[in-house]
């Protein structure tokens, strides 16, 4: 029954890590950078509902209807942001050495960090979500209600950012850049536009996991690195570029780390992460989903 827990715990909090990891893969996969300020994305975002239902109710508590209503909010301000962060920084090194766009991207996270503790203090912060039963029993199985809420959150998004790469116009004209910018921008497709939203989209998708996440974990302005380093982790595990594949690293991951803290102790999860990185990247190098990634 202790192993049941562990592992619904884990694709809990695994989906969680595979909403943030999606949006890392895209920008890797079509702009081509390793954006060390993703993680800071779900920070803003987690910050973004915080405050709003704050406006609404007085405290960052209410009904599961109201922290929902501010999503949408959470998604569109981290699009701007991300856009905008790419139009007038990010641009400038596209294309050139890769230590200087891990350098620039750095430079970013560091400075968002420096502003989120100037405006609200680095005090923890979460936002608490009314429920009249917190938590189920399934078979002996407990699910605490906010995790299985942001677990479908989570899982919506990574879905319709999937349909949306697939299916749209501006899906398509993603794809297109992320596999030949050159002939992408032959057939009349604005690249640099088209990498904006890119960076846009990832940044939406990780503000709007961020704010699930502050419905169950602390929110704090230095909270990003970790969910960078995460995402990494998963990006590799499943293939650089890969939907599916990240999704797929993020449950696996959730899954060790929860299977480790329960068995061993949480302050191994890390060290036994990185330790199946190393022998993926041995093993598979091109990660679990390498001939999506490919594509």
Same mark, same amino acid.
């Given at each position: ?54 406006l609404v109710t007085g405290n960052a508590e209410g009904s599961p209807l109201l922290f929902l209503a501010t999503?949408?909010? @959470? ?9 905008? &962060?790419?139009? /007038? *920084?990010? #641009?400038? !090194? +596209? ?16 400075a968002i960090q420096q502003l989120a503790i100037q405006a609200w203090s680095a005090n923890p912060r979460s ?86 996440? @502050? ?9 990003? &690195?970790?969910? /960078? *380093?995460? #995402?990494? !982790? +998963? ?61």
């Amino acid at each position: 029954m202790a192993l049941t827990q562990f592992v619904v715990n884990g694709l809990l909090i695994g989906a969680i890590f595979a909403g943030v990891a999606v949006g890392f893969a895209l920008i890797w996969g079509v702009v081509d950078i390793i954006n060390l300020a993703h993680g800071d994305m779900v920070m803003l975002g987690g910050y973004t509902s915080y405050w709003a239902l704050s406006l609404v109710t007085g405290n960052a508590e209410g009904s599961p209807l109201l922290f929902l209503a501010t999503i949408p909010l @959470a998604i569109a301000v981290l699009y701007v942001v991300g856009y905008v &962060l790419q139009r /007038t *920084l990010v #641009s400038r !090194v +596209i294309g050139t050495d890769i230590f200087l766009t891990l350098l620039v991207t750095f430079g970013i996270s560091i400075a968002i960090q420096q502003l989120a503790i100037q405006a609200w203090s680095a005090n923890p912060r979460s936002i608490q979500v009314g429920f009249a039963d917190p938590s189920i029993n399934a078979a002996g199985v407990v699910i605490p209600k906010m995790k299985l809420v942001a677990f479908v959150g989570a899982l919506v998004l990574t879905a319709a950012l999937y349909l949306f790469l697939q299916k749209t116009r501006t899906g398509r004209a993603i794809r297109a850049v992320s596999q030949n910018p050159e002939a992408a921008a032959l057939v009349g497709i604005d690249v640099e536009h088209t990498r904006a939203v890119t960076f846009g989209i990832s940044s939406a998708i990780a503000g709007g996991v961020g704010a699930f996440i @502050a419905t169950i974990l602390n929110i704090q302005p230095q909270m990003g &690195l970790i969910y /960078t *380093l995460k #995402s990494f !982790v +998963i990006v590799v595990f499943g293939g650089v570029g890969s939907i599916p594949g990240a999704l797929a690293g993020g449950l696996l991951l959730g899954t060790v780390e929860e299977l480790t803290a329960g068995f061993v102790s949480s302050q191994w999860t890390l060290a036994v992460s990185f330790t199946l990185l190393i022998v993926l990247l041995v093993v598979k190098p091109q990660g679990l989903f390498g001939q999506e990634a490919e594509r």
